[in-house]
């Protein structure tokens, strides 16, 4: 199945969060055909990180990490500049905790899963 393209769901992304009366902004461009995104809310002093992974069934899930401070997600977010140059950041900010995300978002994972994750990762 055919994907939209990255620069196409942000704009999305942007127009629900307007909409609902919350405030969104781009952080940074990416490709605009096939980068990744990461969604930022902020939510008082902390924020938290919404990504976006290949889920077991083979659909696409959102994950939820966080919360972190704002030198903790700037660090963070340089990180993943200097990985993929290709990659979308919005920052949403919203007084009822609204997301807005284009698809589910999964539960965290528990230590469990993570140490099991890590363990084959090395592999």
Known sequence: MAR??????????????????????????????????????????????????????????????GPFDEAEMTLRTNKAVDRDPDIWIVEIEDAQGRVFLDGKLSKPETAAEAAAKALFRGR
Not at 32 to 59: H, K, N
């Open 4 to 65: 939209l393209k990255t620069e196409i769901r942000v704009s999305a992304l942007i127009r629900r969060a307007q909409a609902a009366g919350a405030f969104a902004a781009i952080l940074r461009r990416g490709d605009a055909d096939a980068g990744s995104l990461w969604v930022i809310m902020r939510q008082g002093p902390d924020l938290f990180r919404y990504t976006e992974q290949m889920s077991m069934s083979g659909g696409r899930d959102w994950f939820q990490d």
